[in-house]
């Protein structure tokens, strides 16, 4: 066996970390590309991964899990989507989104304290619509080519 530059052997390294450390950069190279459109609908694809996983440690009585995914979940809420909004610029809308957020935030909490996996649903059902809406309207090449090509003619 041989020592790196850091003295650590190379079995020091498991499968199973070098695959985070993969997904890792999967995901830091899909943030790094993505349009403002596309990083809104990446974090409501990690918000709902992280609520179906508080849903899953609530049936597997996974405390540590279940508070885990649910502060993801609120992060992803409160520094992500309503951190994005332009409340002076976005109207009645971006004011509604806001309260919405805040609500939702409100709701997660409480699922994690009362293991209320209602609670979870709602707020999914909540966002679905919100979710959906925005994965139409984001722009892809070859919409945005087309426009610039009407624009031209």
Known sequence: M?????GSSPS????????????????????????????VVMLFNGLFESIGRARAA????????KCAAITKSVRIVDEGLKASL???????LARQLHDLYGYITT?????????DTA?????????????EAWIAVTPTADNTHRT???VQA
Do not use: K, W
Request: negative net charge; charged residues 15%; hydrophobic residues 40%.
């Open 119 to 131: 609670a979870l649903e709602e707020c999914v059902s909540l966002l679905t619509p919100i979710r």
């Open 12 to 39: 020091m390294f498991s499968s199973r970390n070098m695959s985070s450390v993969y997904r890792q950069i999967g995901v830091q190279t899909a943030i790094n590309g993505a349009s403002p459109h596309q990083l």
């Open 58 to 65: 609530m049936a597997n009585n996974d405390i540590e899990a």
């Open 86 to 92: 332009n409340l002076a610029e976005g109207g009645d």
């Open 148 to 150: 610039a090509l009407e």
């Open 2 to 6: 041989y020592a790196t530059a850091t």
């Open 107 to 115: 709701r997660l909490t409480q699922a994690n304290l009362r293991n």
